[in-house]
C-alpha cells in the first residue's frame, strides 16, 4: 500500500489565487520530507527540505516567500504557492526518507498544477 | 553542485536486456540510487549503491564505479510493463540530485 500520500492530485486554479498541497506519511513519522518540481518529461528538481519544528532549507533560486512549507506534524507537511502563475503550473512531488541514512526515499503520487 | 548524464532513450523488445549508464560530477558523494517513473506516476525506489560493484534484484541489476564517477542500470528479460522512465540520482548527505531521466520504451 502506498507510504506517502499528497492532496489534491490535481488541482487547476485562477492566476494570483494561492493553492495549498499537503503531504502525509502513512507508515511512519518523518522529520524530514523533500519537495520537488518536475516539469513535462524532465528530471526532479529538488526545491526544499521540509524540517519538523524548524524552518525549511530552500535550495538556490527557490523563492521562500512563493513557495512556503510548513512541517506541522511528524506526519504532515504542506507546500503553499503564493500568488500563483502560469509559469508555476508543474507536478509537484514530495517524498520522505525511508530509514535514517537517507539511502530511500518514498515519493508521493505528486500533485498535477494548473495555473489559468 | 552536481552535474548527471544519462541518455535520454532506448527502445528494446520483450525479452531483452537493456543498459542505461550514467556518468555523474559531484561535489559530494555518498551514493548513486536508481528510481523508475511510470508515467503520471510516482517514482519508485530500484536500487542504491555506496560501493564499487554490482547489486543484482531480480531481473535489475545495478553498478557502480566510484573511480570513474560510473554507473549502469540493467534490465533483464524485459517486459512490457518496464516501459517508464529511469532516473538516477546522486546522494550527497541527506540530498538526492537527478538526471534528466532515460525513456525506456519495450516493444511486442
Known amino acids: 500500500g502506498a507510504v506517502v500520500s499528497q492532496h489534491p492530485s490535481r488541482v487547476i486554479c485562477k492566476s494570483g489565487t494561492s493553492v495549498k498541497i499537503e503531504c502525509r506519511s502513512l507508515?511512519?513519522?518523518?522529520?524530514?520530507m523533500f519537495w520537488y518540481r518536475q516539469f513535462p518529461k524532465k528530471s526532479l528538481m529538488l526545491m526544499a527540505t521540509?524540517?519538523?519544528?524548524?524552518?525549511?532549507?530552500?535550495e538556490q533560486g527557490v523563492e521562500k516567500d512563493k513557495f512556503l512549507i510548513n512541517h506541522a506534524s511528524l506526519t504532515l507537511s504542506t507546500l503553499t504557492v503564493t500568488s500563483a502563475h502560469p509559469e508555476d503550473s508543474s507536478f509537484y512531488i514530495c517524498?520522505?526518507?525511508?530509514?535514517?541514512?537517507?539511502?530511500?526515499?518514498?515519493f508521493g503520487p505528486g500533485t498535477r498544477l494548473t495555473v489559468l | 553542485g552536481q552535474s548527471l548524464e544519462q541518455p535520454s532513450e532506448v527502445t528494446a523488445v520483450e525479452g531483452a536486456i537493456v543498459q542505461i549508464n550514467c556518468t555523474y560530477q559531484?561535489?559530494?558523494?555518498?551514493?548513486l540510487s536508481w528510481y523508475q517513473q511510470h508515467d503520471g506516476g510516482a517514482p519508485t525506489f530500484l536500487s542504491y549503491?555506496?560501493?564499487?560493484g554490482l547489486e543484482e534484484t531480480g531481473r535489475f541489476s545495478s553498478f557502480l564505479s566510484r573511480s570513474d564517477s560510473y554507473g549502469y542500470l540493467l534490465l533483464q528479460e524485459l517486459q512490457m510493463k518496464d516501459s517508464a522512465s529511469y532516473f538516477c540520482?546522486?546522494?550527497?548527505?541527506?540530498?538526492?540530485?537527478f538526471g534528466a531521466g532515460t525513456t525506456v520504451t519495450v516493444r511486442a
Open positions: 517524498s520522505v526518507p525511508a530509514t535514517a541514512s537517507y539511502n530511500e526515499q518514498f
Open positions: 507508515d511512519f513519522q518523518a522529520t524530514t
Open positions: 521540509s524540517n519538523e519544528g524548524s524552518k525549511a532549507t530552500y
Open positions: 559531484t561535489s559530494g558523494f555518498y551514493g
Open positions: 549503491n555506496a560501493l564499487d
Open positions: 540520482a546522486v546522494r550527497d548527505d541527506y540530498k538526492l540530485s
